[in-house]
C-alpha cells in the first residue's frame, strides 16, 4: 500500500490506514510478549507482562491518532480536480486539519501565492475568523507577514483561486533559509503550514 504524504489529495484515507496498522502491529506485539511471558514462567507475575504493559502506551497513543483521523473526513476528489485545475501552478495542499487551543478546523485546500494564503473550509460553522487569527499569528511567529483568508463560499473562494492564478508572480525579498536551501517562499509557507496541520 502506497503511503500519501501530508498535503496530497488522499492523505485523509492513506493516514488512517497507516494509523490503524501501527495500532495493530503494537496490539500484537504487547500480546506476543504477554504470551512469552505466560508460556515460558506458567504464571502471569513476570518481566514481560510488565514489559507488554508498559508496550500499551503506544497503544493508546496510536488510538487517539485513529480517533482523530475519523474527525476528519476526506475531500472529494471532484472537489480537489477543480481546485487543481484552477490553482495550475500556485503552491497547493489539500486535507489538513489545524488546531488551535479551544478547537480543530479542517481545511480542504490552501493556496499560497506571495503575500496571499488562501483556505477553503467545507464547514459552514467553521470559526473563520478564529482560523485566521491563529494561521496569522503562525506565520507571523515564524517571520512571514501573509495576507489570510479562509473561505466557506466556495464560488468565493474559486474566483480568489483564479485571481491569484491569473496576476502576475509577486516578487517578494526575503532570507533563504539555510536549512532549506532549494525552497522558495511560498515553499516555505506550504512547508509551514504542513507543519501546523496533524
Known amino acids: 500500500m502506497k503511503r500519501v504524504s501530508k498535503g496530497k489529495f488522499g492523505y485523509t484515507v492513506s493516514h488512517r490506514k497507516w494509523q490503524i496498522m501501527k495500532m495493530l502491529l503494537y496490539i500484537a506485539l504487547a500480546l506476543g510478549i504477554f504470551l512469552a511471558g505466560y508460556l515460558t514462567t506458567k504464571t502471569t507475575k513476570n518481566i514481560l507482562s510488565i514489559v507488554a504493559l508498559v508496550g500499551s502506551l503506544p497503544i493508546s497513543k496510536e488510538m487517539v491518532g485513529v480517533i482523530m483521523s475519523y474527525r476528519r473526513k476526506p475531500m472529494e476528489k471532484k472537489l480537489y480536480e477543480e481546485i487543481s485545475a484552477k490553482a495550475g501552478n500556485l503552491e497547493q495542499i489539500y486535507e489538513l486539519l489545524f488546531t488551535t487551543n479551544e478547537k ?95
Open 104 to 198: 480543530s478546523y479542517g481545511v480542504e485546500a490552501a493556496i499560497i501565492e506571495g503575500k496571499d494564503v488562501i483556505c477553503y473550509a467545507v464547514d459552514p460553522k467553521c470559526e473563520v475568523n478564529v482560523l485566521q487569527k491563529h494561521l496569522l499569528k503562525m506565520l507571523d511567529a515564524n517571520g512571514y507577514k501573509e495576507n489570510v483568508k479562509v473561505f466557506t463560499d466556495y464560488k468565493k473562494f474559486m474566483d480568489r483561486v483564479g485571481d491569484l492564478a491569473r496576476r502576475e508572480k509577486e516578487e517578494i525579498p526575503y532570507t533563504q533559509n539555510p536549512t532549506y536551501p532549494d525552497l522558495n517562499r511560498d515553499q516555505l509557507i506550504k512547508h509551514l503550514l504542513l507543519a501546523l496541520s496533524i
